[in-house]
């Protein structure tokens, strides 16, 4: 499969919302399973800029359609496939307009998965380990139509408390209110 053949596959899946992938995917995708083959191909693309680097083992289709406000949480939801993750601290509690500053160009997700954080051309996230049982997880984020589930205030607050984050940026009267403020509206 030639470059442009490979760009044509990307596009077609693109149209049905698909953007970011993981070499596994990738493999799957453009039809290639043998490691080091899909490797020079995955090169190839990358150098002939059809697909960028997020991290290790994950690529974003630079030419997507998709491409824009959630890539990040795309991003960060192939990298921990297989653990639940869920936007919270202050990405969330900015987001309901409890916190005044608004992380630009990051991403605070708790995940069941190990903590870290991850640079990448769309900005940076940061994953915080959670050891809580997976049935407190489900009913502490709900489900906006976005990549990530996003906490609940209050579980949010309760995250930030709970992992020894700066408090002192809380406004705690806003976290009795209803207000919502999500960036996708």
């Known amino acids: 499969m030639t470059t442009t053949d490979s760009w044509t596959r990307l596009a077609q899946f693109d149209k049905h919302g698909r953007h970011v992938y993981t070499k596994r995917d990738l493999g799957m995708v ?3 399973h043998r490691p080091r083959h899909l490797q020079t191909k995955i090169n190839a693309l990358v150098k002939t800029g059809v697909l960028t680097r997020a991290v290790k083992g994950v690529y974003v289709f630079t030419k997507s359609k998709s491409f824009g406000l959630h890539t990040l949480e ?3 939801r192939s990298m921990r496939r297989g653990e639940y993750n869920y936007i919270s601290l202050e990405s969330a509690l900015s987001e309901y307009g409890v916190i005044s500053q608004i992380p630009m160009g990051r991403i605070t997700v708790m995940t069941t998965g190990r903590s870290g954080e991850y640079k990448t051309p769309f900005g940076t996230i940061e994953f915080v380990h959670t050891n809580r049982p997976l049935a407190q997880l489900l009913q502490g984020a709900v489900d906006t139509g976005r990549p990530l ?3 609940t205030k209050q ?3 309760r995250d930030l408390k709970r992992v020894g984050r700066n408090l002192h940026m809380v406004d705690e009267e806003m976290l ?9 509206a």
């Not at 009795?176 to 996708?184: G, I, N, Q, R, Y």
């Open 30 to 32: 453009l039809g290639e």
């Open 176 to 184: 009795t209110t209803t207000v919502f403020v999500s960036p996708s």
């Open 74 to 76: 795309y991003v960060a």
């Open 155 to 157: 579980v949010a607050w």
């Open 149 to 151: 589930k996003i906490a």
